[in-house]
Nanobody
């Protein structure tokens, strides 16, 4: 089992920044890919960003490219999502997820995920 705990959500004005953290514990060595998802009220959950623990590339949703950055601290088993130039449409619950699939494709957009965090609310005011 893998446990994921998000932190760092909150309320910020448009144009501001927030940094989300996801601390992974348990059988983290069994996972290959980490992702950040978000779900806004009345909308489907969408992938925001993903990366491999081992390095080798990242994937971002078009709506967040050049504004959000996903990164890891492998020594701490922690994944981060730095969010800059936030917009009201970024308001959502953000979830961290871990995948045990050794995904071969360079694109991480279709990776299945096995474990999920409890979510962190991000609210961007206009």
């Amino acid at each position: 089992q893998v446990q994921l705990v998000e932190s760092g959500g909150g309320l910020v004005q448009a144009g501001g920044s927030l940094k989300l953290s996801c601390a992974a514990s348990g059988r983290v060595f069994s996972t290959y890919i980490m992702g950040w998802f978000r779900q806004a009220p009345g909308k489907e959950r969408e992938l925001v960003a993903a990366l491999r623990w081992s390095g080798g590339g990242t994937d971002y949703a078009d709506s967040v490219k050049d504004r959000f950055t996903i990164s890891t601290d492998n020594a701490k088993n922690t994944v981060y999502l730095q969010m800059n130039s936030l917009k009201p449409e970024d308001t959502a619950v953000y979830y961290c997820a871990a995948s045990q699939y050794n995904w071969r494709s360079p694109s991480l957009g279709s990776v299945p995920y096995n474990y999920w965090g409890q979510g962190a609310q991000v609210t961007v005011s206009s």
